[in-house]
């Protein structure tokens, strides 16, 4: 697990990024407790704004080429927390073009289906209809006119030096950066927020540095930014579709039980050896799961001083985790049924709004 936040440690000692751990206060929300963020840009002067009740927004985009899963869940609830507590709007871009000039999805009208379905997926995980806003780029073509705007702010030796462009790829991905940048500063474009928070994984940060610089140079207000550490998927290795490592919110119990019987262990190779050893939940990936999105304090203290003790076996660890994934996914599951394409309709941006 250590590997997979050395990404996190970089953007501190290379990139200028700071620590959350140096903040003088942080919010009262587990994904800030639970060092599931690592580091930020300007979050202390967001938050300062957000507790003066200065205007505030969250941009936090998704690709219309994926799909939920459990690894999502930081982001997303943090974005919640921020929502539900100070009332504040939260900007999706769902990149539809994006999607499509890099050849993730065969089509635009594929990209155009597949964000309309995430939209409605992420009204189903809880996000306020009344102050969510879904920016998918082909209905809401405005946003390129921002961007043309921006576009003269960044030079091509940027976009391929961050990016790792060559000049045989097609000019829609140079000009995507203009795009992502006129997302993230479309609340002050638009509506008049000057505090934007964008909450992104490790990965991404090189691309919101550009929007930082593009900010600064066209006048408006830096974007903050918290960097959310990945958690690995259910072997311990990197979350990647292709290992089949991740849980999915769509999946059947039969599916997600499999996968937590699956998960890696950090116990003894047999019972007996369990109960006398005991076994190390800090490798456990059942533990670790059930500890950053399921249990308090109190809750996960126990449970690793169980399975250290080998009173608690791996197996009913990873029972215990299936039971969780099953309550929450199925709960989503539920919820999704109930969202109207009457909701997601009125939550996504037009020309005209």
Do not use: W
């Not at 995430?118 to 209809?129: C, R, S, T, V």
């Not at 509506?191 to 919101?208: M, Q, R, S, T």
């Not at 690995?232 to 019987?261: D, I, Q, R």
């Not at 059930?290 to 029972?319: M, P, T």
């Amino acid at each position: 697990m250590e590997d997979l936040i050395v990404d996190n440690k970089k953007l501190v000692s290379t990139f200028g990024a700071k620590p959350i751990s140096k903040l003088k206060e942080i919010p009262d929300f587990y994904t800030f407790k639970k060092k599931l963020i690592y580091s930020h840009r300007d979050f202390d002067k967001f938050y300062k704004a957000l507790k003066k009740e200065e205007k505030c927004a969250i941009v936090s985009g998704f690709n219309a080429s994926g799909t939920i899963h459990l690894g999502h869940k930081p982001v997303f609830d943090t974005n919640l927390y921020f929502q539900k507590k100070y009332k504040i709007p939260v900007f999706i871009p769902i990149s539809d073009d994006e999607s499509y000039v890099s050849g993730k999805i065969k089509d635009q009208k594929e990209a155009l289906e597949n964000s309309k379905q995430l939209a409605k997926e992420l009204l189903a995980y809880g996000f306020d209809p009344r102050r969510t806003y879904f920016i998918i780029d082909q209905i809401y073509t405005n946003i390129y006119n921002l961007a043309i705007k921006l576009s003269r702010r960044i030079t091509l030796s940027e976009v391929k030096s961050t990016y790792g462009y060559k000049n045989e790829d097609n000019s829609g991905l140079y000009f995507y950066p203009a795009v992502q940048s006129a997302h993230i500063l479309l609340p002050q474009e638009k509506f008049g927020i000057k505090n934007v928070l964008v909450p992104i994984g490790p990965d991404e940060d090189a691309h919101f540095r550009i929007c930082r610089d593009i900010a600064l140079r066209a006048k408006y207000n830096k974007p903050a930014a918290l960097h959310i550490s990945f958690m690995p998927g259910l072997n311990g290795k990197k979350m990647s579709k292709s290992h089949n490592n991740a849980v999915f919110l769509e999946e059947s119990k039969k599916e997600l039980t499999k996968k937590a019987k699956n998960a890696y262990s950090g116990g003894q190779p047999t019972i007996e050896e369990q109960r006398k050893k005991g076994g190390n939940p800090e490798i456990d990936m059942s533990c670790q799961y059930l500890s950053k999105f399921f249990l308090d304090k109190k809750e996960s203290k126990k449970l690793f001083d169980d399975y250290r003790s080998g009173k608690l076996l791996s197996g009913e660890v990873k029972q215990m985790l299936a039971d969780n994934l099953v309550e929450f996914t199925q709960n989503f599951q539920d919820r999704l049924k109930k969202v109207t394409k009457k909701q997601v309709d009125k939550c996504i941006m037009r020309n005209k709004f």
